[in-house]
């Protein structure tokens, strides 16, 4: 969370006097108007307002018909909700190496590739652009649905194209921690019009049968789906934090800018997908060692993290998913379905060693978009320090 304050006390506030809170009411209509204006300022088709960033995965690889039978390819190196998402659709997560920019390993993804292998979920780890051209090229060649992951990646883009809108789908996170948030929150991007039909109709199917008017347009059969539906204090929420999106993007941007400009002959730095579009919330270091790693991130006024110590982001950490226990109930579960016995999960701690070397060697320094200019200056006085005792 960057900036949050007196704008969402008020958009809040109007909800509540408004006392209709439910989306389907005709009240304010918060949630209609903040997807118009995430479309706007997306560039894209259709979007979705949803319960979670989760929810709006599964909800886009349902849309996509993905399920039992199915393997989908996620990155080593992502929170585990991303593999967990795939599971709970029924089909396979592969797990696939990254490279040096922490996102998903385009050749390395192309060998997983099976005859099983319905889609690719790259995601945009800590607003790090993945190899969009790269993805898409494998999408037409073997003809794969591009599910994006940027939940971590609120409103950043690929060559000046916003992450989530580039694949057949994408998914937004509002959750505390991310770029903005309304303390939990997703969005569905889309420009396929069948996915977003299909995904609408999954995402509320019980109020979609109950408030007429909502199927109208909607030429998809409706089908059972589950519960992801918002409300209006949420999207209130979130159209504030969308109306400060790009001033926040451009601090973090200008910040870590500064910081890696005044220190670009003392380091070395992850290479990115494109730089211009990164979020800008980290600076990621690159060093020879975990050793010198270690040291860097620990030195005085350093504050770094090492992204191989934050737990159940890096697959060695996805207990439930590499022992198998893919849902409760054994028929329920993807490992156990008769669908699944001849999909590729061989999981093992060291599948993904470049992956683990990668994050091993990396220091990630967190960006505040409101550092003023001395405490900028600051970060980087203590990284010239914390570089020359290095050497
Ligand atoms: C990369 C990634 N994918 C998916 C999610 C799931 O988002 P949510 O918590 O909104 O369900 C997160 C959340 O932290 C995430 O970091």
């Excluded at 005859?115 to 790090?128: D, Y």
């Excluded at 290479?271 to 211009?276: C, F, N, R, T």
């Excluded at 022992?323 to 379905?337: I, N, S, T, V, Y």
């Amino acid at each position: 969370m960057y900036r949050i304050g007196k704008e969402e006390i008020q958009a809040v506030a109007k909800v509540i006097e408004s006392r209709e809170l439910f989306k389907c009411n005709g009240g304010l209509q918060e949630t209609m108007h903040c997807e118009q204006e995430m479309k706007e300022l997306f560039g894209c088709q259709n979007a979705i307002l949803m319960t979670s960033g989760k929810a709006a995965l599964i909800a886009a690889m349902v849309a996509c018909g993905i399920g039992p039978g199915d393997e989908v390819i996620v990155p080593a190196y992502t929170y585990i909700a991303s593999a967990m998402a795939v599971l709970a659709t029924g089909a396979i997560p592969v797990i696939a190496e990254i490279d040096e920019s922490c996102t998903i390993d385009v050749s390395d993804a192309e060998k997983r590739i099976s005859r099983h292998t319905k889609a690719i979920m790259p995601v945009n780890i800590q607003g790090f652009p993945c190899d969009m051209d790269g993805l898409m090229n494998l999408a037409e060649k073997y003809n794969l649905k591009i599910i994006e992951d940027a939940c971590q990646a609120d409103g950043g883009s690929h060559k000046g194209r916003r992450l989530g809108t580039i694949g057949h789908a994408g998914a937004l996170s509002f959750n505390q921690f991310k770029i903005i948030t309304s303390g939990e929150g997703g969005a569905l991007l889309t420009n396929d019009r069948t996915l977003f039909e299909r995904a609408f109709i999954y995402h509320d199917s019980s109020a979609i049968a109950y408030f007429g008017g909502q199927l109208d347009e909607i030429s998809e059969a409706q089908f059972c789906g589950t519960e992801y539906r918002t409300n209006e204090i949420t999207a209130a929420i979130l159209r504030e934090q969308l109306k400060k999106l790009d001033g926040i993007l451009a601090d973090l941007r200008k910040n870590k800018k500064n910081i890696m400009d005044a220190l670009q002959n003392d380091f070395c730095f992850a290479p990115s997908h494109d730089a211009a579009g990164d979020c800008g919330t980290t600076v990621a270091f690159m060093f020879d060692s975990e050793e010198a790693a270690r040291k860097f991130a620990t030195a005085d006024g350093i504050h770094g993290t090492l992204p191989i110590d934050t737990g159940k982001h890096v697959y060695t950490h996805w207990t439930p998913v590499l022992e198998k226990r893919g849902a409760l109930h054994p028929l329920m579960d993807p490992f156990k379905m008769q669908a699944n016995k001849d999909l590729n999960h061989n999981y093992s701690p060291d599948m993904c060693p470049k992956t683990l070397d990668i994050l091993a060697k990396t220091v990630y320094i967190g960006i505040n978009p409101d550092w003023s200019k001395a405490e900028v200056e600051k970060v980087i006085a203590a990284c010239k320090a914390a570089g020359k005792a290095l050497a």
